[in-house]
């Protein structure tokens, strides 16, 4: 069984790749449980919402592998100019192009 649950999961940002398929495959897993558990009548459209509800709530998101033009325009404006460390900067564009181009609030 996958060791992470919705109550337990741990932030994405201190997980190793194998933890983090881990546990993207538990929340998928609990998200399609809880959001439809009849054997008749599937609602795949409410599971599919759910699923990415319960990935925004862990702390993922799903983005287009490529950027929209107002993904790069919010990382563009996300910069800031002077002296900055270039983790930070990069950091900084990423959660801001992360945040304009995520599915689901």
């Not at 109550?7 to 998200?31: G, H, W």
């Not at 959001?35 to 008749?40: E, G, L, S």
Request: aromatic letters at 6%; hydrophobic letters at 40%.
């Amino acid at each position: 069984m996958i060791p992470f649950g919705k109550a337990d999961t741990p932030d994405p940002s201190k997980l190793t790749p194998d933890e983090i398929d881990k546990s993207v495959n538990c929340l998928i897993a609990d998200a399609i449980r809880s959001a439809d558990w009849t054997f008749f009548n599937e609602n795949y459209s409410k599971q599919a919402e759910e699923v990415v509800r319960a990935l925004n709530q862990a702390g993922y998101v799903l983005a287009p592998r490529s950027p929209t033009k107002e993904m790069v325009a919010a990382g563009r404006e996300a910069i800031e100019i002077g002296q900055h460390k270039p983790s930070a900067v990069a950091g900084e564009v990423y959660a801001a192009m992360v945040e304009s181009g995520g599915v689901l609030p």
